[in-house]
């Protein structure tokens, strides 16, 4: 570490939504105590929560600037691509081969989209060929409104998937559908025992009537296994679908250098802070925490970020990361605002739940992005709106807890590898708690 009157160099690898988190708690938490760097393979900051509304017009994601948000914050900025990492020398090394020296590293580099499904049109894929998603469901309504088509599936490929962005495609699929006068076929199909089922009972019972109005029929408890012609096989059997539709997948970037699980992906502990690397965190899809979405790699940032301010003499104690699962859900009407703990919590509502009411909830980044020219985001982060009677506090053990239940989910569907990897990165935020036996005695069918 440097001495008392330096600085602590922190370099942030990585250039998505934690990224920027972690630079903005990092200012709020530590101040001039460190001294940042941030490594980005991209020059800009494209979040993907809007890309499901592109092809219904209904507008896109922006981009934002590093130079911009930067020079906003104090920090420095590479334009470049993490390829390892020397924890010894405390080194990273780029593909322009740079040696970055650091104190502390926070990686925060994300992970590769891929299509789970082959021969569906996959959401959010990093695949460049072809046309892009958007258009490619705008030219697969045209087929349908022509007669040309006349059956649509939606798939959830699996239970470790964030499920928002496939449900907001099925409601406005349907609804651009319907306002033509079609009456095709169109189904969800999940292997969730219940409409986002994550988000509890109160987001089931509001999101199933937005589908029964838009005629969308819903088959849960199923997990798509593949594309064939003309439909999706599951396992009793298969589903109709002129085309499917489904997200991607997360797959690990491996960086050398650094210990992984085994999908490739970094174990941290509730604090962020990566197995035998006192001077190493990691924060979003980079982790091995099998739950990978906006809003939670943001709350995962700020843990890192108090523990860091909390190494370099600022703050009190850190908090842990205690997911709260936040959700803005476009429908053809006004939005549905979803909120949820592993401990009990369950809020559906039309009126917005957190402010300002951002697609990617993040503490900080939600109010930075909110606004053309940011203010103060100490004085302003995201404001919760939910009262406290509607739900128990955040307990330490939430982020367990949402692990444990999507290793069950994954057994409930005879997926041996989900099933173990959400038990070792439960395992991994915490390696004293006890498991309980329910989840450890699990027998795959």
């Known amino acids: 570490m440097t001495d008392a009157d330096q600085p602590t160099r922190v370099l942030i690898a990585g250039g998505g939504i934690a990224g920027l988190e972690l630079l903005l708690a990092l200012r709020v938490f530590a101040g001039s105590r460190v001294a940042i ?14 890309t499901v509304a592109e092809p219904f017009g209904r507008g896109g994601g922006r981009s934002f600037s590093w130079t911009d948000i930067t020079r906003d914050q104090n920090a420095k900025l590479v334009i470049d691509r993490l390829v390892a990492v020397d924890t010894a020398a405390t080194i990273v090394f780029t593909h322009g081969g740079r040696r970055v020296p650091y104190d502390i590293l926070v990686l925060a580099s994300g992970a590769r989209r891929v299509a789970p499904l082959a021969g569906a049109l996959t959401f959010a894929s990093d695949d460049a060929s072809g046309p892009g998603a958007p258009e490619a469901l705008r030219a697969i309504v045209a087929r349908v409104v022509a007669g040309d088509a006349s059956s649509l599936a939606f798939a959830l490929a699996s239970p470790s998937t964030w499920p928002l962005p496939l449900y907001e495609l099925a409601l406005l699929t349907a609804h651009e559908l319907r306002e033509h006068g079609s009456d095709a076929t169109i189904r969800l199909v999940t292997p969730e025992d219940r409409p986002l089922g994550l988000f509890g009972q109160a987001a089931a019972d509001a999101v199933r009537p937005l589908l029964d109005a838009r005629e969308v029929e819903l088959m849960t408890g199923a997990r798509p296994l593949g ?73 995962q940032a700020d843990a890192v970020a108090e523990a860091i301010a909390a190494t370099c003499g600022a703050g009190n104690d850190p908090r842990p990361f205690r997911p709260v699962l936040r959700g803005r859900l476009l429908t053809s009407g006004a939005p549905l605002y979803l909120q949820s703990r592993p401990s009990g919590q369950s809020v559906a509502s039309t009126r917005a739940l957190w402010s300002p009411p951002a697609k990617v909830a993040g503490r900080f980044a939600g109010p930075y992005l909110a606004t053309a020219r940011p203010g103060r985001i100490a004085s302003a982060p995201l404001a919760e709106l939910v009262p406290t009677a509607a739900g128990s506090p955040p307990e330490d053990r939430d982020a367990i807890s949402l692990a444990l239940q999507l290793a069950d989910a994954h057994a409930r569907q005879g997926d041996a590898e989900g099933w173990l990897q959400a038990l070792e990165a439960a395992r991994a935020l915490d390696p004293a708690a006890a498991m309980p036996r329910s989840a450890m005695e699990v027998r795959l069918p």
């Open 37 to 50: 760097t941030l490594l980005s393979s991209d020059a800009e900051l494209a979040p993907r929560a809007m």
């Open 227 to 299: 594309v064939l012609d003309g439909g999706l096989r599951v396992p009793d059997g298969f589903i109709d679908a002129d085309h499917v539709v489904t997200l991607a997948a997360i797959e690990a970037r491996t960086v050398p250098g650094l210990p992984v699980d085994r999908a490739g992906f970094i174990p941290v502990d509730l604090h962020g802070r990566v197995s035998g690397e006192p001077d190493v965190y990691a924060a979003g899809e980079a982790t091995s925490f099998p739950l990978r979405q906006g809003g939670l790699a943001c709350q």
